[in-house]
Structures are given as structure tokens and as C-alpha cells.
């Protein structure tokens, strides 16, 4: 129901492309608030079949990206476009378009691309108020260099407020010198009603997946789902998995990227070994073919190292469809999400025996039905708190704070 004391300001929203994460909470704070917003996009991944690189494959989404809230797309004049390069988001003509539509306040996702500091730059001219959106950590850093302290810090001293997703984005942005009344905790989430556990639908498919791949009922599954890119480990998680000799578990991957080709040779080469555990890797899934994904799961393994994953959103998938997580605290959702033998488990990424160790404890603890069903408690009680509701009441107070 739309509350009459939201801010009546106009919000304009600056983002890179439509995502499967945003759209929803977009279509969620249109329909559920009175918040005037409209969402500047600077490139059409996502809803058009572009290659991704991570992946290695051509990407479009299947869910509904675009209804439900208000938007448009700026053109994109990069001869590249992309988030790997400053240059990637080339849109010269957003200060006119969002000049035209007239913003009392500014959301912008990110700061490291052309487009996105000339928007700031039209913003300050203006007086516009800026909020700010990120979720960069420094996990497994001391700090960054000093020339990049001192830039960051007179950027962030020009924003009104900052959006946190969690624990260690909020130390990341106050080691830059924000000061905590201008943090607002604004959790990252994902579409609760596509991520239901309970949806008939989605556990019919789960069996039938099950089924092809060869996986008796009495076997339980650890799930690796996403890029496979060194960064997060796919091979490292598939030599623990041999390691832990679990022969009632398998262990299946979703995705597609650089090193499908290294764990198919490893899966290949245990495959014919007395008593080996059966590997399968299934192809990218798309956005709405997930949830049965995560339904195979008897335990989801995120085990990135360096900082590469700053959040890890499949995290909050995988724990809306009610499955323990094991995750490297390197992850940036680590601290908020996964807390040791509560919701889950957690490895040292700097120590190389640690994913092996920490997996076989989390099989052999998940073997007692007692321990599922206490972690599954804990697990609904926390990722309740990890809601487009609680995303929204941390914009609502950002706006609410930032000076008119």
C-alpha cells in the first residue's frame, strides 16, 4: 500500500542495463510506493542477445525486464559497450534527457565508467542531490593505493548518500571517509516470488532434472551455478569434492565460461574410477529455469577468491529456495548472510586445504536431519530480512535525509 509520507521528489535512475535483480524491485517500488522514478538505462544487454564474456555465449534473459515502472534507453555511442572499459557507456545525450525530465534527486549504480561521472557532473552543477549505489568490499585487501584513496574520497564527498548492501560495503565506503549518517542500509535482494521453494512448478522440474542426469533420490547434491571463471573457483571446488571420497553425493554445475573445459577433462578423468562420485555439468540456465536449479541442491557452493565477487546475489537465490550455502569470506554477502554452522559454512580462501576441509564438514553435518532442519530455520529467519521491502525502506530514508 502507497504511503502519503514518502518523498513526493522526482528520483531519476541511472543504470547500466536492465538486470534480472533491479527490474523486479523496480516493478515492486512502482506498484507498492508512491515514489516518482524513471530509470535512464545506457545499453540494451540483457533484453537483446549480446555475447557475454564471462559466459562465452550469447545472453538475453528470459523474464520481463522492461514493464511495470517507468524507463527509457539513453543510445549508447561506445564502439564497445560493456562495463569492462571506462569508455564501455558512451551516452552523450543522458544530461539532455534527464534534464528534459527534470530530477529532484539523482540514484546512480557505479562511478567507474565515462557516462557515469558526467552524469554526477551534471547533478553537482545543478544541485541535484546524489545517491549513490555500490557494493564494493575490501575483503582480502588492506587498502586500496593511495592515489585511489584520494580519488575515491573526493568523489564520494560530493554524494549525498550511500546505499549499502551489507557489512563490508558499508566498511568499504566509510575507509574512503563517509561519514555514517550518510550510509543507509538498503540490502541487496532478489525476486522472492520467482525464488519459492514451494512453487510446484519448479519442484516437478527439479525431479525430472534429477532423473536425466542419473542422480538417484538417496544422493545428495552440492551445486556449483554461475560463470565458470577461475576467479570463482569451479575447478578448486571440483578437486575438494573428489578429495572429500563422499560417495553418496554428487557434485553438478550450471553455467558456462573459461573452465567448463578443465572440469570436463577432471570429471572425465575420475569418471571410470571404482566408487567415483558421479560429476555432471548442465548448461547455462536461464533466469527462470533457476529455482529448480537450486532445488537439486542439497548444499550451494560460492568459493570466489580475490575480490571479484563483491556481493553474490545466487547466495540470496539459493537461500530463498531454503538451501545452505558454503561460501569463501571472500564473498561479500559472507558476513551478513552465511554465518558458520548457523546458515552455513565458510572457508579461509587464503588457506589452499580449507574448501576441502570445510565441504566435508558441511556433508557430514548435513547428514543428520536434526542439523537440516535447524539450519533451514535459521536460513528462513535470516534471508527474510533480505526483502525488496527492506531495499526500499533504505532508499525511502536516503531520500527522505538528502538535503532538497
Given amino acids: 500500500m502507497k504511503s502519503p509520507s514518502e518523498p513526493a521528489r522526482r528520483l531519476a535512475v541511472v543504470l547500466s542495463h536492465p538486470t534480472q535483480y533491479y527490474s523486479p524491485w523496480f516493478r515492486w517500488l512502482r506498484s507498492r510506493t508512491a515514489l516518482d522514478f524513471r530509470v535512464f538505462y545506457l545499453w540494451d544487454f540483457g533484453v537483446t542477445a549480446q555475447r557475454d564474456p564471462q559466459f562465452g555465449a550469447r545472453i538475453q534473459w528470459d523474464v520481463d525486464l522492461l514493464s511495470g515502472y517507468d524507463c527509457e534507453f539513453v543510445p549508447n555511442a561506445s564502439a564497445r559497450p560493456g562495463a569492462e572499459r571506462f569508455f564501455g557507456f558512451r551516452n552523450p545525450a543522458l544530461p539532455a534527457r534527464l534534464g528534459a525530465w527534470k530530477p529532484g534527486s539523482l540514484l546512480l549504480f557505479g562511478y567507474k565508467w565515462a557516462t557515469h561521472l558526467r552524469a554526477a557532473a551534471w547533478a553537482r552543477r545543478r544541485g541535484v542531490p546524489i545517491l549513490f549505489r555500490g557494493d564494493s568490499h575490501l575483503l582480502g585487501r588492506r587498502s586500496a593505493p593511495p592515489h585511489a584513496r584520494l580519488a575515491l574520497r573526493a568523489l564520494y564527498s560530493q554524494f549525498a548518500a550511500f546505499l549499502y548492501a551489507g557489512a563490508a560495503n558499508r566498511e568499504y565506503f566509510e575507509a574512503f571517509g563517509v561519514p555514517r549518517r550518510k550510509l543507509f542500509f538498503a540490502p541487496h535482494s532478489v525476486n522472492a516470488e520467482l525464488f519459492d521453494r514451494d512453487n510446484p512448478g519448479h519442484c516437478a522440474d527439479a525431479q525430472r532434472i534429477r532423473s536425466e542426469l542419473g542422480v538417484g533420490p538417496g544422493t545428495r547434491?552440492?551445486?556449483?551455478?554461475?560463470?565458470?571463471?577461475?576467479?570463482?573457483?569451479?575447478?578448486?571446488?571440483?578437486?575438494?569434492?573428489?578429495?572429500?571420497?563422499?560417495?553418496?553425493?554428487?557434485?553438478?554445475?550450471?553455467?558456462?565460461?573459461?573452465?567448463?573445459?578443465?572440469?570436463?577433462?577432471?570429471?572425465?578423468?575420475?569418471?571410470?574410477?571404482?566408487?567415483?562420485?558421479?560429476?555432471?555439468?548442465?548448461?547455462?540456465?536461464?533466469?527462470?529455469?533457476?529455482?529448480?536449479?537450486?532445488?537439486?541442491?542439497?548444499?550451494?557452493?560460492?568459493?570466489?577468491?580475490?575480490?571479484?565477487?563483491?556481493?553474490?546475489?545466487?547466495?540470496?537465490?539459493?537461500?530463498?529456495?531454503?538451501?545452505?550455502?558454503?561460501?569463501?569470506?571472500?564473498?561479500?554477502?559472507?558476513?551478513?548472510?552465511?554465518?558458520?554452522?548457523?546458515?552455513?559454512?565458510?572457508?579461509?580462501?587464503?588457506?589452499?586445504?580449507?574448501?576441502?576441509?570445510?565441504?566435508?564438514?558441511?556433508?557430514?553435518?548435513?547428514?543428520?536431519?536434526?542439523?537440516?532442519?535447524?539450519?533451514?530455520?535459521?536460513?528462513?529467519?535470516?534471508?527474510?530480512?533480505?526483502?525488496?521491502?527492506?531495499?526500499?525502506?533504505?532508499?525511502?530514508?536516503?531520500?527522505?535525509?538528502?538535503?532538497?
Fill in 221 to 404: 547434491i552440492v551445486l556449483f551455478a554461475g560463470k565458470l571463471v577461475a576467479a570463482k573457483q569451479p575447478v578448486e571446488l571440483l578437486r575438494a569434492f573428489l578429495e572429500a571420497r563422499r560417495e553418496d553425493t554428487a557434485l553438478v554445475y550450471v553455467g558456462e565460461g573459461a573452465e567448463r573445459d578443465r572440469l570436463q577433462a577432471l570429471a572425465a578423468e575420475h569418471a571410470g574410477a571404482p566408487g567415483a562420485p558421479p560429476i555432471r555439468l548442465l548448461p547455462f540456465a536461464n533466469q527462470s529455469q533457476m529455482p529448480s536449479r537450486y532445488l537439486l541442491a542439497d548444499l550451494f557452493v560460492l568459493p570466489s577468491r580475490g575480490d571479484y565477487e563483491t556481493w553474490g546475489l545466487a547466495v540470496n537465490e539459493a537461500m530463498h529456495m531454503g538451501i545452505p550455502c558454503l561460501v569463501s569470506n571472500r564473498v561479500g554477502c559472507q558476513r551478513d548472510l552465511v554465518t558458520p554452522g548457523e546458515t552455513g559454512w565458510v572457508f579461509d580462501a587464503d588457506d589452499p586445504r580449507a574448501l576441502a576441509r570445510t565441504l566435508s564438514l558441511a556433508l557430514a553435518e548435513l547428514g543428520s536431519a536434526q542439523r537440516r532442519e535447524q539450519i533451514g530455520r535459521a536460513i528462513r529467519h535470516r534471508i527474510a530480512g533480505y526483502t525488496y521491502a527492506k531495499t526500499t525502506d533504505g532508499l525511502l530514508a536516503a531520500l527522505a535525509a538528502s538535503p532538497p
